[in-house]
T-cell receptor
Framework: GQSLEQPSEVTAVEGAIVQINCTYQ??????LSWYQQHDGGAPTFLSY??LDGLEETGRFSSFLSRSDSYGYLLLQELQMKDSASYFC?????????????WGLGTSLAVNP | GAGVSQSPSNKVTEKGKDVELRCDPI?????LYWYRQSLGQGLEFLIY????????KSGLPSDRFSAERTGGSVSTLTIQRTQQEDSAVYLC??????????????FGPGTRLLVL
């Protein structure tokens, strides 16, 4: 089957750096996406890795290693507003079923 | 331009009643998804529409759930004979095309359903 695993909860303090991992067991896929969801809000797209390596967007970076079946989201200079749930997702590139497969999400709590 | 909109934003109903939830995707987006999310939980896939292809209904939890998409645009999710365990946030998302590998999904604000 195809699945993605993330830690359920992560806690950090303001100004720190936190890494949220996503490991997957899936056959070929196009790329790894990350979404952010604040409490009571809808998920919003953060980043996408089509190729191995690091993608940087401001304070957020995302990494993918297909050989290690692993990716992560890196958040730097944490702010209170970064407290949210973060979901990784992949879309298979083969077979009839190519809808996004989602991880269960990681709840990030940023403390003062 | 306008994002994905959903209505109603909140719905309280009595057990056994039918409810209809509406989703207006971003204009021109060919793919439309329905998800269900319980408090503090992940996204549970329900159904997926892509253009004129037959919808992927593999996530619908029971035959009480159905959805349609008219004219490739607006979609309605119907829950018949609602049960208390149907209480959740129902999220709709659209994306430009399955042809693009990235397929970023744009989510609506959701409908919060409470079944008493």
């Amino acid at each position: 089957g195809q699945s993605l695993e993330q830690p359920s909860e992560v806690t950090a303090v303001e100004g720190a750096i936190v890494q949220i991992n996503c490991t997957y067991q899936t056959s070929g896929f196009y790329g790894l996406s990350w979404y952010q969801q604040h409490d009571g809000g809808a998920p919003t797209f953060l980043s996408y890795n089509a190729l191995d390596g690091l993608e940087e967007t401001g304070r957020f970076s995302s990494f993918l290693s297909r050989s290690d079946s692993y990716g992560y989201l890196l958040l730097q200079e944490l702010q209170m507003k970064d407290s949210a749930s973060y979901f990784c997702a992949v879309r298979p590139n083969a077979g009839n079923n190519r809808k996004l497969i989602w991880g269960l999400g990681t709840s990030l709590a940023v403390n003062p | 331009g306008a994002g994905v909109s959903q209505s109603p934003s909140n719905k309280v109903t009595e057990k056994g009643k039918d409810v209809e939830l509406r989703c207006d995707p971003i204009s021109g987006h060919t793919a439309l998804y329905w998800y269900r999310q319980s408090l503090g939980q992940g996204l549970e896939f329900l159904i997926y529409f892509q253009g004129n292809s037959a919808p992927d209904k593999s996530g619908l939890p029971s035959d009480r759930f159905s959805a349609e998409r008219t004219g490739g645009s607006v979609s309605t999710l119907t829950i018949q004979r609602t049960q208390q365990e149907d209480s959740a946030v129902y999220l709709c998302a659209s994306s430009p095309s399955q042809g693009h590998p990235q397929e970023t999904q744009y989510f609506g604000p959701g409908t919060r359903l409470l079944v008493l």
